[in-house]
Nanobody, 113 residues
């Protein structure tokens, strides 16, 4: 098992930046797929940025050019720049290890106009 703990959300004005992080309870192989998702009120959870098991980064169209996903052995990060009010949501990190998907508890990101 692995526990994921997000931090680094918050309130920011439009155009600002945030860098949420996701800590792992143990060292995670670089061959494991992981990513960031978000869920806005009244909407379904959606993928924002993914690192595949091959190390490729994939981004939702809404995130391309503004968000950057990265990781090391202890944490995963989401650098979010040029934030917009429509980016307001709870952001979750997730990974798949040995066929099981794990989720963090989520961190709130609020972007004011």
């Amino acid at each position: 098992q692995v526990q994921l703990v997000e931090s680094g959300g918050g309130l920011v004005q439009a155009g600002g930046s945030l860098r949420p992080s996701c800590g792992f309870s143990r060292t995670i192989s670089s061959l494991i797929a992981m990513g960031w998702y978000r869920q806005a009120p009244g909407k379904q959870r959606e993928s924002v940025a993914i690192i595949t098991s091959a190390g490729t980064m994939n981004y939702a169209d809404s995130a391309k050019g503004r968000f950057t996903i990265s990781r090391d052995n202890a944490k995963m990060y989401l650098q979010m720049d040029s934030l917009k009010p429509e980016d307001t949501a709870v952001y979750y990190c997730s990974l798949v290890d040995r066929g099981r998907q794990y989720w963090g508890q989520g961190t709130q990101v609020t972007v004011s106009s």
